[in-house]
C-alpha cells in the first residue's frame, strides 16, 4: 500500500519549508527570508504514531498570477494539492489574514481535500495570542497554533493530520531502490530528463539556468525495477555561484550525489564539453559512484554516420581520468535511446557492488604477474604476496606487498586493468589499496 501524501501549502514565505524541514526532522528544504526560494515540490518521509506518510512542500501559491516563474510554482502546487490526501495550509500570525490567504483557502476548499490550518510563528508558549481567533475567518475550521522554528504545537498538528489518513502497513519494498542522482552543469536538461522518466511534469523546466534550486527526490518503478531519481541544481564554477540560495542549492547538489549509488552526468550536446563538466564528474568520481555520462539534445544537433562516433571519442579524450564510464547519446525531449540508460543505470549499480572471492582474484595477480614482471630498483624486485577485495561501492582490492615504494603507479595501473579486462566493472571506479606486509599501513 503506498504512503498517503500530505501537502504543505500557503502564500509565499510564512514559513512553509521550516515547518517542512522540522516535520521531517532534517534540512532537506532550503530555508531563507527571500519569497520563491522553494519552487518545486519537494518529497520527505514523516512519521507521527506509527502513522507514516509522505509530506511534500511547494512553493509559495499566488491564484491569481498567471505568467513567468510564479505561475510555474502556482502549477506545481496544484499537482501536490491533486495528489494529496490530505493538505496543510500555513499562515503567518505577525501578518495577519491577507487577502492572499482568503485566495489559497477558496482554493484549497474548491479541492474537496481535507485541510488543516496551521498559523505559523506563534512562538510564545501559554495563552494563544488573540490574533489567532482572526484566522477562522477562512473557514477552514479549527486553527491550530504552531512554531515551525522551536517546533511548539507541532504535535497538535499532526494528530489533527493523521485523524485524516488511511492507515499505512509496514512493508520493506523500499529497500531495493537504487538512488540515481541526474547532475551536470546548469540548463543542460537533468529536470526534463527526470520528467520524461517520470511521465509528468513533476520539475519545473524554463530555458533560464537556475530553475532547480533543490534536490529533489523522485521515486519511480517501471520495468527496468525501482529507482529513486534525484533532480539536482545546476552545478556552476565557485566564482559564479553569486547569492546563498544558491550556495546552499550547490551543498544540496553535492550532498545528493554522497547519497546516491549511480550518477547520470549530463553533457549538452550543442556545447559540447566543458571544464565545468570534468569538475562535477570528478566530484562523482572521487565519491566512488558508479557513474554514466549522459550527451542530452542529440536531437538538435546536425549529424551525419560519423558524427557520433567522433564525439564519443572526443569525450573519451575529455575523460580521461574516468575512462570506464560508458557513453551515451540521449535526447531527453524526444525520449531517444532513455529507455537504454536505464538499462545501464542497473547494470553499472550492479557492477558497482561486485564482489570477487580471494581465490580468483589470486588466480589473476599469478597471470598477470606471469605476463609482466613487476618492476625492480637497485636489486630489490616487487613482490605481490597476496590480494583480496575489501569493500564494494566502489569495489576496493588490498594488495599485500614487500615495498611500497616499488609499487609505481603504471603498475597500479597495470593490475587495475587487469581486474577490469577480466571481471568487467564498467560504469564503475576501482581503488587499489597498497599495504606493506608486517607494517599493518594502507598506502
Same mark, same amino acid.
Given at each position: ?62 491564484? /491569481? ?28 500570525? #505577525? ?24 498559523? /505559523?510563528? !506563534? ?38 493530520? !493523521? ?13 531495493? #531502490? ?8 546548469? /540548463? ?25 534550486? =533543490? ?45 546516491? #549509488?549511480? !550518477? ?12 565545468? =563538466? ?25 549529424? =551525419? ?139
Amino acid at each position: 500500500m503506498p504512503k498517503p501524501i500530505v501537502a504543505v501549502v500557503g502564500r509565499p514565505n510564512v514559513g512553509k519549508s521550516t515547518l517542512f524541514n522540522k516535520l521531517i526532522g532534517q534540512r532537506l528544504a532550503i530555508v531563507e527570508d527571500t519569497p520563491g526560494v522553494t519552487r518545486d515540490r519537494i518529497f520527505g518521509d514523516c512519521e507521527w504514531q506509527n502513522q507514516k506518510f509522505l509530506l511534500v512542500d511547494t512553493g509559495g501559491l499566488e491564484p /491569481n498570477v498567471d505568467d513567468g516563474m510564479l505561475l510555474h510554482m502556482r502549477q506545481q502546487a496544484q499537482l501536490a494539492i491533486d495528489s494529496a490526501d490530505c493538505i496543510i495550509m500555513v499562515t503567518d500570525l #505577525r501578518a495577519g489574514v491577507t487577502a492572499l490567504d482568503q485566495d489559497v483557502a477558496n482554493l484549497l476548499m474548491r479541492s474537496g481535500k481535507p485541510v488543516v490550518l496551521a498559523v /505559523n510563528k !506563534c512562538d510564545k508558549v501559554g495563552e494563544p495570542p488573540m490574533e489567532l481567533y482572526d484566522f477562522y475567518s477562512l473557514g477552514l475550521g479549527e486553527v491550530i497554533p504552531v512554531s515551525a522554528v522551536h517546533g511548539h504545537g507541532t504535535g497538535d498538528l499532526l494528530d489533527a493530520v !493523521c485523524a485524516y489518513l488511511p492507515k499505512t502497513e509496514e512493508n520493506g519494498e523500499e529497500d531495493d #531502490r537504487i538512488p540515481v542522482a541526474v547532475i551536470g552543469r546548469p /540548463n543542460v536538461g537533468k529536470s526534463s530528463l527526470v520528467n520524461y522518466i517520470l511521465g509528468e511534469n513533476r520539475m519545473i523546466v524554463a530555458n533560464e539556468a537556475g530553475t532547480t534550486r =533543490d534536490a529533489i527526490d523522485s521515486p519511480v518503478e517501471n520495468q527496468y525495477g525501482s529507482f529513486i531519481f534525484t533532480d539536482t541544481a545546476g552545478l556552476r564554477k565557485r566564482s559564479k555561484v553569486e547569492d546563498g540560495v544558491e550556495r546552499y542549492s550547490v551543498l544540496r547538489s553535492l550532498a545528493a550525489v554522497e547519497r546516491s #549509488r549511480v !550518477c547520470v552526468i549530463l553533457i549538452d550536446a550543442t556545447e559540447g564539453f566543458t571544464e565545468q =563538466d570534468s569538475k562535477v564528474a570528478g566530484y562523482a568520481h572521487e565519491q566512488g559512484k558508479a557513474c554514466i555520462i549522459a550527451v542530452n539534445k542529440w536531437d538538435a544537433v546536425e549529424k =551525419d554516420d560519423k558524427t557520433m562516433d567522433a564525439m564519443r571519442k572526443k569525450l573519451m579524450d575529455d575523460f580521461s581520468f574516468m575512462s570506464y564510464a560508458p557513453i551515451i547519446f540521449i535526447s531527453a525531449r524526444t525520449g531517444q535511446r532513455v529507455d537504454r540508460l536505464m538499462e545501464l543505470i542497473r547494470y553499472v549499480d550492479g557492477q558497482n557492488a561486485l564482489r570477487v572471492t580471494t581465490g580468483v582474484l589470486n588466480e589473476l595477480l599469478a597471470r598477470a604477474t606471469a605476463r609482466v614482471q613487476p618492476p625492480s630498483d637497485k636489486g630489490k624486485r616487487l613482490k605481490i604476496f597476496y590480494m583480496t577485495q575489501a569493500s564494494t561501492r566502489p569495489p576496493t582490492f588490498v594488495c599485500f606487498i614487500n615495498r611500497a615504494e616499488l609499487f609505481h603507479f603504471s603498475y597500479q595501473r597495470y593490475i587495475e586493468n587487469q581486474i577490469r579486462e577480466t571481471f568487467g566493472l564498467e560504469g564503475t571506479p576501482v581503488r587499489l589499496l597498497v599495504r606493506e606486509r608486517g607494517d599493518g599501513k594502507t598506502r
